[in-house]
């Protein structure tokens, strides 16, 4: 399968597994599990067919882990990222002393005076390490990354969750915790 096909693929899988199911009229379950054999069905109908091979192989080759099947592989949710409101059933985890924040340049001021905020996602999205948080900033202009002081969030009661894929998750970051070195 070509690079190209799989991109297209997992694009459409996020945006019907995070965004918007009823562009196919996909049931998700209140933990954003959808039934394999419903959604392969549904993406047929839109021309965004794949076989079940060719969805393991998204899955498993997928370089931010976005998507996890179930134990008996019969259904499939996204790890995190989710602008609907689903419980991903995420247990509260004590964070590293700093995460990361990729962004663009052009966000640094707002988030410097007003935090990090979710907007239309569940939680805002930190990364263990600044490689991936440069990865992330780049999608949005010239990346930047900003250091969290996670440790004193937890401290200061803030609950953090671990999503299937490491990415960190939590509500908001007040801007007191956020440094930035140009």
Known sequence: MNEQYKKRISKYLSLVLRHKPEVIGLNLDENGW???????????KQNQDFTR?????????????????NED??????????????????????????????????????ILENGIEKRNRQHVH???????????????GKPVILKVNTGK????????????????????VDSQYIEYNQ
């Not at 959808?34 to 047929?44: F, R």
């Not at 995190?80 to 966000?107: C, R």
């Not at 969030?153 to 908001?172: C, H, K, P, Q, R």
């Open 153 to 172: 969030m937890s401290d200061d009661g803030i609950a953090f969750y671990l999503s299937e894929n490491n990415v960190w998750l939590t509500d908001f």
């Open 53 to 69: 091979e060719e969805l393991d192989e998204i899955v498993d080759t997928n370089d931010k882990k976005r998507f996890i099947f």
């Open 73 to 110: 592989k019969t259904k499939i949710r996204a790890n995190q990222g989710h602008s609907i409101n689903i419980d991903l059933a995420l247990k509260p985890q004590l964070p590293p002393e700093f995460l990361y924040h990729g962004t663009a340049q052009a966000n640094v001021d707002s």
């Open 126 to 140: 930190l990364s263990s390490d600044k490689d991936t948080a440069a990865k992330v900033g780049m999608r949005h």
């Open 34 to 44: 959808a039934d394999l054999e419903e959604l392969q069905e549904k993406c047929a």
